[in-house]
């Protein structure tokens, strides 16, 4: 057996058994690794991918109606009195559902924004989303209602929010073993995060930076194709360790081992990605001491071009307040510049996140993963923590 390779199965049956049961109760399957007999080899993925998931930026940059919309001013009345009527029912807002927000016109406009992002160019940018009127408590409330008609909300981090704060807490970016990136003001290599969507609202902005890159997976791979076919390859193959970074349940392991790019389990076969490079650089505590493998130089080689390539194809955009971006995590990855804070008074860069969950019975992609018919697939579960919805980080 490879050094650091760990037996499939044996780390199948505990991860099973470990993981929480998704439920009503707001409880997210969690972090646990791919069914190693339905990840398929380099061979098998296509040479070329085609259709509306692969978007080149030049055709975006500079038409932005392609990609942003405007809310109107019903939209804004219905989301404002689903919020206010939400909050006048004391329920729960770690637990809000569609139906419990109801938007009888948004709603419509909603489903086929949900269908592009899964199935299209997979990002939209809203504007107009009235922070600085409703405050941080009722934004949030109304953010979360109008995420539900996309996804299902699941956990962000082992405490267990469901509505996540993307804001420098002081942290140090150095220590990434034990520090997630979004709680300093550190740059944010391209990456994806644990959920099929992700939202990100803009309640206040940086001084200078933070602004925003994403772009199409499939145009990357296409790219990746015809210039080095040897990345690919390597981003295929299920011997990258991924850090969980201390966000375990007993019995489960620090890491999990898997690829970079799957392949659906669907005769359509669509190539889609789980990545983030700050959580393959930071397990040197393991791979020092001869636990797991260390990163190889064709997977050193491998993370560095993928990065640039990305980095050349992007997109660029900026948040202002009031805007919220969403994206598919299948086929975009996204990524954010270095950013510097206004001194006081003023309030530091403040996002408000959503990860949410689409399972398949809901047009979700088809995943080589136990949980791909769950109603909330990923996140991250630690043991039995309850969802909660923090209206500011901590």
């Not at 975009?332 to 949410?356: E, F, I, S």
Request: aromatic share 8%.
């Amino acid at each position: 057996m490879t050094p650091g390779l760990i037996d499939d199965n044996s780390l199948q049956d505990k991860e099973t058994s470990t993981r929480p049961k998704t439920d009503d109760g707001g409880h997210t399957s969690g972090q646990h690794p791919p069914i190693y007999d339905l990840l398929r080899p380099y061979e098998h993925f296509p040479t070329h991918i085609d259709g509306p998931t692969v978007w080149k930026s030049e055709n975006y940059q500079k038409c932005p109606e392609r990609w942003t919309r405007h809310f109107n001013e019903t939209e804004i009345a219905e989301l404002s009195t689903a919020a206010d009527n939400f909050t006048a029912s004391k329920q729960s807002l770690a637990n809000l559902s569609k139906e419990q927000f109801p938007l009888p016109a948004l709603s419509t406009v909603l489903e086929s924004i949900r269908s592009s992002l899964l199935d299209q160019e997979g990002f939209i940018l809203f504007k107009g989303f009235p922070v600085l009127k409703w405050g941080n408590a009722k934004c949030a409330v109304a953010y979360v209602g109008l995420g539900a008609h996309l996804g299902y909300p699941v956990s962000q981090n082992g405490r267990g929010h469901v509505l996540g704060h993307v804001k420098d807490l002081g942290e140090d970016p150095t220590q990434t073993d034990k520090v997630r990136i979004y709680r300093t003001n550190a740059r944010q290599f391209f990456h994806t995060d644990n959920s099929d969507l992700v939202g990100l609202l803009c309640i206040a902005k940086a001084l200078e930076g933070g602004e925003s890159d994403i772009v199409s997976l499939h145009h990357v791979y296409n790219t990746l194709q015809a210039e080095h076919p040897d990345v690919i390859k390597t981003l295929t193959e299920p011997n990258w360790y991924f850090d969980r970074k201390g966000e375990t349940s007993k019995g489960q392991d620090e890491w999990i081992r898997s690829s970079v790019l799957y392949l659906e389990t669907s005769p359509g076969e669509r190539v889609y990605i789980k990545w983030d490079p700050y959580f393959v650089t930071s397990l040197s505590r393991f791979s020092s001491r001869g636990i797991i493998a260390p990163l190889s130089p064709r997977q050193q080689l491998a993370l560095d071009v993928f990065e640039h390539t990305c980095a050349r194809l992007s997109l660029h955009m900026i948040l202002d307040v009031g805007d919220i971006q969403f994206l598919s995590n299948a086929h975009v990855l996204h990524a954010r510049t270095a950013y510097t804070d206004p001194g006081p008074p003023a309030p530091k860069r403040h996002l408000m996140r959503l990860w949410l969950a689409t399972p398949e019975d809901q047009g979700g992609w088809k995943l080589p993963f136990h949980d791909s018919k769950e109603r909330r697939r990923g996140g991250t579960q630690v043991e039995d923590t309850p969802a909660v919805a923090p209206l500011d980080a901590e």
